[in-house]
């Protein structure tokens, strides 16, 4: 079993999610919070489950949650998982 691991910048984008669905609904926050860390989790077992991304190390697994869900980025190194970032799935970003 691989060690898992959050980096900040992941788990800001916890922290951001979480703030943004919270203003709306609080119980929905923490239900989508507990299943992306969940997803996270199951990544110490499986790390090569998610979807490779060509052209990087990283990979990407979907989060089904709501109608849009989460993607977390994560790299597998060695005997460690990377958790890189968190973003929904109707998110803009760069």
Same mark, same amino acid.
Not at 36 to 60: D, F
């Given at each position: 079993m691989?060690?898992? =691991?959050?980096?900040?910048?992941?788990?800001?984008?916890?922290q951001? /999610?979480?703030?943004?669905?919270?203003?709306?609904?609080?119980? &929905?926050?923490?239900?989508? #919070?507990?299943? *992306? %860390?969940?997803?996270?989790?199951?990544? &110490?077992? =499986?790390p090569?489950?998610?979807? @490779? *991304?060509?052209?990087? =190390? /990283?990979?990407? %697994?979907?989060?089904?949650?709501?109608? =849009?869900?989460?993607m %977390?980025?994560?790299? #597998?190194e @060695? /005997?460690r998982?990377? *958790?890189?970032? #968190?973003?929904?799935?109707?998110?803009?970003?760069?």
């Amino acid at each position: 079993m691989l060690e898992v =691991s959050w980096l900040p910048e992941a788990l800001a984008d916890l922290q951001r /999610q979480f703030d943004f669905l919270n203003e709306k609904n609080p119980e &929905a926050a923490s239900r989508a #919070v507990r299943a *992306i %860390l969940s997803a996270g989790a199951t990544l &110490a077992r =499986s790390p090569h489950r998610g979807v @490779a *991304i060509p052209g990087t =190390s /990283q990979r990407k %697994l979907r989060v089904f949650f709501g109608q =849009s869900g989460y993607m %977390l980025y994560y790299r #597998v190194e @060695a /005997q460690r998982v990377f *958790i890189l970032r #968190v973003h929904h799935g109707r998110e803009n970003r760069p």
